[in-house]
């Protein structure tokens, strides 16, 4: 063999001997997988790691000049039957994506058979020449039959081909196109095995092509896990709606009855604010983006117009909202502003004032909630309140924000909400 030729094999060969170490040993430690999933890619990677193997042997006793024959047909007999094995473990795959059972498949009871099939043939291939043979200086050359083995090889990868155009509709688009990418190079790379021999490239082609399902298919996890967190956020923040303080109800309910009597004109009024509150409320649950802050700007004045008909001279609210083109998620002001009101308002003691103000930065968007009342103390290192966990939660998820609660000089709490610049966090100025 050329010895240029056999450089690049060398160096093809490991190079795709460490692309499936670095397979297996993400496919151990993988986080957001299910176990069969995680089975699966260890026994993959696990295969692709002996076919490198003894493709590596099989370059080195074929390029020695001493007699070892025999060593080298088992080894190439090996050598095949571990690439021979992860074409139908490829169809397993498919059907577990697709949620279907092995044992009632068409299309793995095919790729199993045709499988067998190889497999007797190369059995036979040990004691025989009609395939592939050693000449007594170990040149390798094929049979008359060897292209019967690489014809059924193909088949299970056209097989497969098919089987994932079939099921497109049932594959989410990353693993379409990972399984694309998986079959379709070598099932071109095995047609042209036909004509000429490529079989020593085809594991760093087998390597390049797992790896990069292993990738997409990984990426696609990781966004249906954070999906699922997103929901979770949103179940929270849904429930934390719907949990809202019976005594608020009570009381505002109450105060509407007795103004109906005293103030009807301000009675009007604070029923308009109360069923604006409740609006953005249950608005807010089927929202799964975030929202403009205009409106909840307008949630939090209801809010507040609300409290202030119920407390009167015992709490006052200064608004500085000059910027207001920015989304934050729902339920991001108001609950701070009810959780201000709900842990600083002291009958006993002197008013509650609350700061609301916005403003423009060079990286984004910032909301500080400034409060007089009682100290924040934190307690075992957590958020005072469970409702301003929640709200961080979602502010990292949906939009990357962040907040940070801090005690106010002088008594009280300051929360700042940082929402960062994006497309997503940006309302067009109508100016």
Avoid at 166 to 183: H, P
Wanted: contains cysteine; neutral net charge.
């Amino acid at each position: 063999m050329c010895p240029l030729l056999t450089q690049i094999e060398l160096i093809a060969t490991g190079a795709g001997g460490m692309l499936v170490l670095l397979g297996l040993a993400a496919a151990v430690i993988m986080p957001n997988s299910d176990r069969w999933s995680k089975r699966f890619f260890i026994t993959f990677f696990s295969i692709l790691v002996l076919y490198s193997y003894f493709t590596t042997v099989d370059m080195f006793l074929t390029s020695s000049s001493s007699d070892m024959i025999l060593p080298l047909k088992i080894i190439y007999y090996i050598e095949t039957l571990l690439a021979l094995s992860l074409f139908p473990m490829l169809t397993a795959y498919l059907l577990h994506c697709c949620g279907e059972s092995l044992i009632h498949s068409r299309l793995f009871r095919a790729a199993v058979i045709l499988s067998v099939i190889c497999f007797i043939l190369m059995s036979f291939s040990l004691f025989t020449t009609w395939f592939y043979y050693f000449t007594p200086i170990n040149q390798y050359h094929r049979g008359p039959l060897y292209s019967t083995i690489i014809v059924l090889m193909n088949s299970i990868m056209v097989l497969n081909l098919a089987g994932v155009i079939q099921r497109r509709e049932k594959l989410s688009k990353k693993y379409f196109y990972a399984y694309l990418i998986d079959i379709v190079p070598l099932t071109i790379a095995l047609f042209i095995h036909l004509f000429v021999s490529v079989f020593m490239f085809l594991g760093f082609g087998f390597a390049i092509c797992a790896f990069s399902m292993f990738v997409i298919i990984q990426s696609d996890q990781i966004d249906q896990n954070l999906r699922q967190q997103r929901e979770i956020a949103k179940q929270r923040a849904s429930i934390m709606v719907l949990q809202m303080r019976p005594h608020f109800i009570h009381n505002t309910m109450t105060s509407i009855y007795y103004l109906c009597g005293q103030d009807p004109k301000k009675a009007q009024q604070v029923t308009l604010d109360f069923n604006t509150y409740l609006r953005k409320n249950f608005t807010a649950i089927a929202s799964e983006d975030p929202v403009p802050f205009s409106e909840e700007l307008e949630h939090t004045r209801a809010y507040l117009a609300v409290e202030q008909a119920q407390f009167e001279d015992q709490l006052f609210v200064d608004f500085d909202t000059p910027h207001i083109t920015f989304r934050v998620p729902p339920l991001t002001l108001q609950p701070i502003v009810e959780n201000a009101v709900k842990h600083g308002m002291d009958p006993d003691a002197e008013a509650l004032h609350i700061s609301i103000r916005t403003r423009k930065t060079d990286s984004g968007s910032e909301i500080i909630v400034e409060n007089t009342g009682t100290d924040f103390t934190p307690v075992n290192d957590n958020e005072p309140h469970v409702a301003l966990k929640n709200i961080r939660q979602r502010l990292e998820m949906m939009c990357g924000g962040k907040l940070k609660v801090t005690p106010r000089d002088g008594g009280g709490t300051i929360v700042k909400v940082v929402i960062p610049s994006g497309k997503r966090n940006r309302i067009p100025s109508l100016s």
